[in-house]
């Protein structure tokens, strides 16, 4: 019977990317995908800053940047009877804000923007393969069983007609919405279930150049009597999706939408029958709310829709998986290579699932509040607030975990509406953005941070980053140290480490290889290395593994 470490249960984009960071954390990863290659089909475009952030980590926001170019001048919606009807001269209605883009500027080295998920996974996919994951499509998981060592996953290829078993330490569930390992381990759902209409999904080629111009929008609600419609960019060039409501109480159904009959749909809806459109692909889906009652069972871990399935208003749903899987890798490979105790793996389900239940809360809440949504101005603050709607980037990176994975973490974040009162160095949330200077180049915290503990203090604190190397020497942790000032390893050219990060000039803070403040102090001590290897052993769950060993 052939051994992983980790098995990963489908290969949409965030199951490449729980194999990607499980593989740079080195732990041998094995992928398998019922379908025989990845999907043509865009499906979500929003990248969020946090995601772009974890693509910078995995090395491939170059890759990314490039495939999502065309679409960097993309912002805003048009309403149109037909594209061809669109008033140039009147711009789309603006959803994203030059104020909100600064305020992202400050809070992160990383905004990578819209970029169609068809672009991501063969980015992702190569960077896995290149990490040494293994990948395999055309293989579907039938059964499991697991026991305390670990799961016994029967597989079945599907060219070959071929079984085999594989067994793996653990196994993690990205196999989508309607996941096979959640309906095998019967762990129910739960939330508000199918919202709104029924939606048909039609990805076209067709050289659009002369009819969208200069207008630059991320949607276009076209309704005439004929047609209607959002027509969404998938390049700019000549891919693009329409997306066609319908209603079952009119006993319509995806098979009244052939080919041929989505083909008139869109000329109708481009109003302009000189324009040559070749239909790709036709795919039926409908906004859904729910979220998995648990996210472990066992050895197993659910991760992206398999553990939830978030409403498109926002362009949370996606983001929310990536986040998933960056937050388990690091606490599996730990766990794998004996430097944490299994409990470290219990504060995956303990931090993502509040996550996702309150993200998917907020998608529901933009649904129906729709206006609110696309007018970001600080103007609506009140009225967001009122019905309970954070502002776009305190869901995007203002969420705090509260688990034993965080020492001392505040109750509840000081604000729904300002992102940088949240991210100010407190136990519990990612790192604050602050450009530093290192051998002469700059640097973000954020990136300083990534991938591994990191110890920031300032050059009048060097008795916690001493303490650090020691306790890393110890307990064979990686921990790397950033001592920041004239006289460290890091310049701050601006002096905001110290305010920004709420150290002050003695005081330390540690980050987890999620870039997730774990432990902050604002003083200095007499004895850092042993407060340090404390912090640590509570952290990772390391009196367990001690007990075990």
Same mark, same amino acid.
């Given at each position: 019977m052939?051994?992983?470490?980790?098995?990963v249960?489908?290969?949409?984009?965030?199951?490449?990317? #729980?194999?990607?960071?499980?593989?740079r954390?080195?732990?041998?990863t094995?992928?398998?995908?019922r379908? *025989?290659?990845?999907?043509?089909h865009p499906?979500?475009f #929003?990248?969020?800053?946090?995601?772009a952030?974890?693509?910078?980590?995995?090395?491939?926001?170059s890759?990314?940047?490039e495939?999502s170019?065309?679409?960097s001048?993309n912002?805003?919606?048009l309403e149109?009877e037909?594209?061809a009807?669109a008033d140039?001269?009147?711009?789309?209605?603006?959803?994203?804000?030059?104020?909100?883009? $600064?305020?992202?500027?400050r809070?992160?080295?990383?905004?990578l923007g819209?970029?169609?998920?068809?672009?991501?996974d063969?980015?992702?996919?190569s960077?896995a393969?290149?990490?040494?994951?293994?990948?395999?499509?055309?293989? @579907?998981?039938r059964s499991?069983?697991?026991?305390?060592?670990?799961?016994?996953a029967?597989l079945?290829?599907?060219?070959a007609?071929?079984?085999?078993?594989?067994?793996?330490?653990?196994?993690v569930?990205a196999?989508?919405?309607a996941? $096979?390992?959640?309906?095998?381990?019967?762990? *129910?759902?739960?939330?508000?279930?199918?919202?709104?209409?029924?939606?048909?999904?039609v990805?076209?080629?067709?050289?659009l150049?002369?009819?969208?111009?200069?207008?630059?929008?991320?949607m276009?609600k076209?309704?005439?009597?004929?047609?209607s419609g959002?027509?969404?960019?998938?390049?700019?060039v000549d891919?693009w999706?329409f997306?066609i409501?319908?209603? $079952?109480?009119?006993?319509v159904?995806p098979?009244?939408?052939?080919?041929?009959?989505c083909?008139e749909?869109v000329?109708a809806?481009?109003?302009?029958?000189?324009?040559e459109v070749?239909i790709?692909?036709?795919?039926?889906?409908?906004?859904?709310?729910r979220t998995?009652?648990?996210f472990?069972?066992?050895?197993?871990?659910?991760? &992206?829709?398999a553990a939830?399935?978030v409403?498109?208003?926002g362009g949370? &749903?996606l983001n929310?998986?990536?986040a998933d899987?960056?937050?388990?890798?690091?606490?599996?490979?730990?766990?794998?290579?004996?430097?944490?105790?299994?409990?470290?793996?219990?504060?995956?389900?303990t931090?993502?699932?509040?996550i996702?239940?309150?993200?998917?809360?907020?998608?529901v809440?933009r649904?129906?509040?729709r @206006?609110?949504?696309?007018d970001?101005?600080?103007?609506?603050? @009140?009225?967001?607030?009122?019905?309970?709607?954070?502002?776009?980037?305190?869901?995007?990176?203002?969420y705090?975990?509260?688990s034993?994975?965080?020492?001392?973490?505040?109750?509840?974040p000081?604000?729904t509406?300002?992102?940088?009162?949240?991210?100010d160095?407190?136990?519990?949330?990612?790192?604050?953005h602050?450009?530093l200077r290192?051998?002469?180049?700059?640097?973000? =915290?954020v990136d300083?941070?990534?991938?591994t503990f990191?110890?920031?203090a300032?050059?009048?604190?060097?008795?916690?980053?001493?303490?650090?190397?020691a306790?890393a020497? @110890?307990?064979?942790? *990686?921990?790397?140290?950033?001592?920041i000032?004239? $006289?460290?390893?890091t310049?701050?050219?601006?002096n905001?480490?110290p305010?920004?990060?709420?150290?002050g000039?003695?005081?330390?803070l540690l980050?987890?290889p999620?870039?997730?403040v774990?432990?902050?102090?604002?003083?200095?001590?007499p004895? *850092?290395?042993?407060?340090?290897?404390?912090v640590?052993d509570?952290?990772?769950?390391?009196?367990?593994?001690?007990?075990? =060993?």
């Amino acid at each position: 019977m052939r051994e992983v470490e980790v098995l990963v249960v489908g290969a949409g984009t965030v199951g490449l990317m #729980a194999a990607l960071f499980l593989a740079r954390h080195g732990v041998r990863t094995a992928v398998v995908e019922r379908h *025989p290659g990845l999907s043509r089909h865009p499906r979500a475009f #929003a990248v969020n800053g946090r995601s772009a952030e974890l693509f910078r980590e995995a090395e491939v926001e170059s890759a990314l940047v490039e495939a999502s170019s065309r679409l960097s001048r993309n912002q805003g919606v048009l309403e149109v009877e037909t594209l061809a009807s669109a008033d140039h001269s009147a711009p789309a209605r603006v959803g994203v804000t030059p104020d909100l883009r $600064t305020e992202a500027d400050r809070i992160s080295p990383a905004l990578l923007g819209a970029c169609p998920q068809d672009l991501i996974d063969p980015v992702l996919l190569s960077a896995a393969r290149d990490q040494g994951a293994t990948v395999h499509f055309g293989v @579907e998981l039938r059964s499991l069983r697991q026991d305390e060592s670990g799961v016994v996953a029967e597989l079945h290829d599907r060219s070959a007609d071929e079984r085999e078993e594989i067994r793996a330490e653990y196994l993690v569930a990205a196999d989508g919405a309607a996941s $096979t390992v959640r309906t095998l381990l019967e762990i *129910p759902t739960a939330g508000p279930g199918e919202l709104g209409g029924h939606m048909i999904n039609v990805l076209f080629r067709a050289d659009l150049t002369e009819l969208v111009g200069d207008l630059g929008f991320a949607m276009c609600k076209i309704d005439n009597p004929v047609s209607s419609g959002i027509l969404i960019p998938v390049d700019n060039v000549d891919r693009w999706i329409f997306h066609i409501p319908y209603s $079952t109480r009119d006993r319509v159904t995806p098979a009244d939408f052939p080919h041929d009959r989505c083909r008139e749909l869109v000329v109708a809806a481009l109003g302009s029958s000189d324009v040559e459109v070749e239909i790709l692909g036709v795919l039926p889906w409908q906004s859904t709310a729910r979220t998995a009652t648990r996210f472990t069972e066992g050895r197993v871990h659910l991760v &992206g829709d398999a553990a939830h399935v978030v409403p498109p208003t926002g362009g949370f &749903g996606l983001n929310t998986g990536l986040a998933d899987a960056h937050n388990l890798a690091w606490k599996l490979a730990a766990v794998l290579q004996h430097r944490a105790g299994p409990a470290l793996l219990d504060t995956y389900e303990t931090e993502r699932l509040p996550i996702a239940r309150s993200t998917l809360d907020q998608a529901v809440l933009r649904g129906h509040y729709r @206006e609110l949504h696309w007018d970001v101005s600080p103007a609506r603050a @009140e009225d967001r607030a009122a019905v309970g709607m954070e502002a776009l980037l305190v869901t995007t990176f203002g969420y705090q975990y509260n688990s034993t994975a965080v020492l001392d973490p505040r109750p509840t974040p000081p604000s729904t509406e300002h992102v940088e009162q949240i991210l100010d160095g407190s136990p519990g949330t990612r790192v604050p953005h602050v450009r530093l200077r290192r051998n002469g180049r700059e640097i973000s =915290t954020v990136d300083l941070s990534a991938g591994t503990f990191t110890l920031f203090a300032s050059s009048e604190a060097t008795s916690w980053s001493a303490a650090a190397k020691a306790v890393a020497t @110890e307990t064979d942790i *990686p921990i790397q140290t950033c001592v920041i000032g004239p $006289t460290g390893d890091t310049e701050d050219p601006a002096n905001t480490w110290p305010t920004t990060s709420g150290t002050g000039s003695h005081g330390a803070l540690l980050t987890r290889p999620d870039g997730f403040v774990a432990w902050r102090t604002t003083t200095s001590s007499p004895a *850092p290395e042993h407060i340090l290897r404390e912090v640590i052993d509570h952290l990772l769950d390391r009196r367990a593994l001690a007990a075990v =060993t």
